[in-house]
């Protein structure tokens, strides 16, 4: 039982992440080719985020977009050195291994310091993600559940937003975009 249990889990731990990269590809795609943009920049990790700002309308909030990750990333590997070198073993046992918690108190400063840059970071990308919600509501004029759901579940909503044909990209100002154009030229 035990077998097909782990078995089950290993499974769920490779699928699943694959499944996520894949809807969040696949709606990016289908989102930049409403608002005219090639589907292909949706492959490219910091670009498509670049052209969704651009999109939204936002690009000045694509850079503190970009410098919010820089923080989180560095505040992660300070907080991952500090556990490799066993700097963090007080907050889970209560003592270092000798029984004395006072032994490496002088990097206890840089490491609080270092969480609370990361949480600043955190709020920080949390208001330059609602903007970007708040953008991409306005270019394709999306209910207030589509945008919070942008929000919390980005990727699951980029790919309603995307594959729904109710939602047109307007570029904020109520004119279809080109690609809707063309399409009712044909027509």
Same mark, same amino acid.
Request: hydrophobic share 55%.
């Given at each position: 039982?035990?077998?097909?249990?782990?078995?089950?889990?290993?499974?769920?731990?490779?699928?699943?992440?694959?499944?996520?990269?894949?809807?969040?590809?696949?709606?990016?795609?289908?989102?930049?080719?409403?608002? @005219?943009?090639?589907?292909?920049?949706?492959?490219?990790?910091?670009?498509?985020?670049?052209?969704?700002?651009?999109?939204?309308?936002?690009?000045?909030?694509?850079?503190?977009?970009?410098?919010?990750?820089?923080?989180?990333?560095? #505040?992660?590997?300070?907080?991952?050195?500090?556990?490799?070198?066993?700097?963090?073993?007080?907050?889970?046992?209560?003592?270092? #291994?000798? @029984?004395?918690?006072?032994?490496?108190?002088?990097?206890?400063?840089?490491?609080?310091?270092?969480?609370? !840059?990361?949480?600043?970071? !955190?709020?920080?990308?949390?208001?330059?993600?609602?903007?970007? !919600?708040?953008?991409?509501?306005?270019?394709?004029?999306?209910?207030?559940?589509?945008?919070?759901?942008?929000?919390?579940?980005?990727?699951?909503?980029?790919?309603?937003?995307?594959?729904?044909?109710?939602?047109?990209?307007?570029?904020?100002?109520?004119?279809?975009?080109?690609?809707?154009?063309?399409?009712?030229?044909?027509?």
């Amino acid at each position: 039982m035990i077998e097909i249990t782990t078995l089950l889990y290993d499974i769920i731990e490779s699928v699943l992440p694959t499944l996520l990269l894949a809807l969040s590809i696949i709606g990016s795609w289908l989102v930049f080719e409403k608002a @005219g943009e090639k589907g292909w920049k949706a492959m490219i990790p910091f670009y498509s985020d670049f052209i969704l700002f651009k999109i939204a309308d936002r690009k000045k909030w694509f850079i503190l977009h970009i410098i919010m990750y820089i923080i989180i990333a560095l #505040a992660l590997v300070v907080i991952l050195i500090a556990m490799l070198f066993g700097l963090l073993y007080f907050l889970t046992l209560g003592t270092f #291994a000798n @029984g004395t918690i006072f032994e490496n108190v002088a990097w206890l400063p840089i490491i609080l310091t270092t969480c609370i !840059c990361g949480l600043g970071a !955190c709020v920080c990308e949390g208001i330059a993600r609602y903007h970007l !919600c708040k953008g991409l509501q306005c270019a394709f004029d999306l209910p207030t559940g589509i945008a919070v759901g942008l929000f919390f579940l980005p990727d699951v909503f980029l790919f309603v937003v995307g594959y729904n044909n109710r939602f047109v990209y307007t570029s904020g100002d109520g004119a279809q975009s080109v690609s809707e154009n063309a399409d009712t030229h044909l027509m």
